[in-house]
């Protein structure tokens, strides 16, 4: 039998716990059925690890991230860590785990699932079978380009600096992700920069198109300008296959385009790096929602995001497609019960608590490997 996969899960901060703890009795539930066995170990992230440890991710803890087989994040940040000096925030402990993994390629897709299509705050017809993938890169860019800082001008004004950045390589390794997922969807890459202002732009819409016309000419290929796209998200998200942007524009579109799904709440993302020498490719899975501070406790958020995310690291880390069906067949099934959590409640449905959802999904699995 295959050995174990090594996991570490970072709970995090505020819903991080709550909704990871469901999430593990899933891991034991595929641990339980034996088809793949993992070595869980758990650490903290982000505002548990400043109060622990006096940092957003301990030296130790990024060492164990670099030697597993994926990490499982929940979510970072809160009210009581928002006045640190900003090197110390909870969100530097995600940052930090982003580039030292070097997970450039961030996998964020956008699923209305059917029992959903009134939750979305657009027409059912907008959104009904919506499937978008949006590739954000995730090393580069505005987040991470010199200089940076904040100084003080002789005038005794002071000026803030951030650096749009990147280079060919940068581009088109996030780009050939796009381009390599869009060939087991519908085969259609979307380009998003804004090239009429940002020489970054420029470059960047170059770059992807001569590795277009190089390697993946069976894709199509668009481009669109990144204010453009935020628009037809809106309008006309169907028209959308995959589309690949960089940082900050893959931050903000990504949040538009959970939104169409109704709530963030169920949203899940993977965020890749390069495969090594060792065959494994360094990857780690997170919700798209935050550590939502204000119900935090409270046995209210939805788990299913991050749910969904473990179900991503089945499917892209360890190859376990089927079993990754498996899950998002359950979640289907217990949305088309009717069972929701408070972010995605509708009238008729029946409100069910964070614990209530992965009894759900634990009963709906035992189910389908019945
Ligand atoms: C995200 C978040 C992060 C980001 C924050 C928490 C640093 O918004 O993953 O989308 O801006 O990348
Ligand atoms: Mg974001």
Redesign the pocket.
């Known amino acids: 039998m295959a050995s174990n996969k090594k996991l570490l899960v970072l709970p995090g901060d505020g819903i991080g716990p709550e909704v990871m703890r469901e999430v593990r009795r899933v891991v034991d539930w595929f641990d339980k059925r034996q088809a793949v066995r993992f070595d869980l170990e758990e650490d903290l992230v982000g505002g548990a690890a400043i109060d622990a440890h006096g940092v957003p991710l301990a030296d130790a803890t990024m060492e164990k991230a670099m030697n597993v087989d994926a990490v499982l994040l929940g979510?970072?940040?809160g009210p009581q860590w928002d006045n640190l000096d900003f090197n110390i925030k909870?969100?530097r402990g995600?940052?930090r785990l982003?580039k030292e993994m070097e997970l450039f390629a961030?996998l964020r897709p956008a699923l209305c699932f059917d029992a959903l299509v009134d939750a979305s705050t657009l027409k059912p017809e907008i959104v009904s079978g919506l499937d978008i993938m949006i590739v954000?890169e995730?090393t580069g860019g505005v987040?991470f380009g010199e200089p940076r800082g904040i100084e003080e001008l002789p005038s005794g004004e002071r000026r803030g600096i951030n650096t749009q950045v990147y280079t060919t390589s940068e581009i088109k390794r996030v780009a050939a992700v796009a381009f390599d997922l869009a060939r087991k969807r519908d085969n259609r890459v979307c380009s998003v920069e804004k090239a009429n202002v940002m020489e970054s732009g420029v470059l960047w819409r170059d770059e992807v198109t001569k590795l277009h016309d190089a390697e993946f000419k069976d894709v199509e290929l668009s481009h669109m300008y990144a204010d453009n796209c935020s628009m037809q998200l809106v309008r006309a998200p169907k028209q959308f296959d995959v589309i690949v942007t960089d940082?900050?524009f893959?931050?903000m579109l990504?949040?538009t385009a959970a939104m169409l799904t109704g709530s963030l709440g169920m949203l899940p993302?993977a965020s890749l790096g390069d495969i090594d020498e060792t065959g494994r490719r360094k990857a780690m899975y997170?919700p798209?929602h935050?550590s939502a501070p204000d119900i935090a406790g409270e046995d209210k958020a939805n788990p299913l995001a991050t749910l969904l995310s473990f179900a991503m690291m089945l499917r892209y880390s360890f190859d376990l497609g089927e079993d990754a069906d498996l899950i998002e067949t359950a979640v289907k099934n217990v949305l088309n019960e009717g069972k929701r959590t408070g972010d995605i409640v509708a009238p008729g449905a029946t409100m069910v608590s964070t614990t209530g959802m992965g009894d759900a999904v634990l009963s709906a699995l035992d189910h389908l490997a019945a």
């Open positions: 979510a970072v940040g909870p969100e995600l940052l982003r961030n954000r995730l987040y940082n900050l893959g931050d990504s949040d993302s997170e798209v935050g």
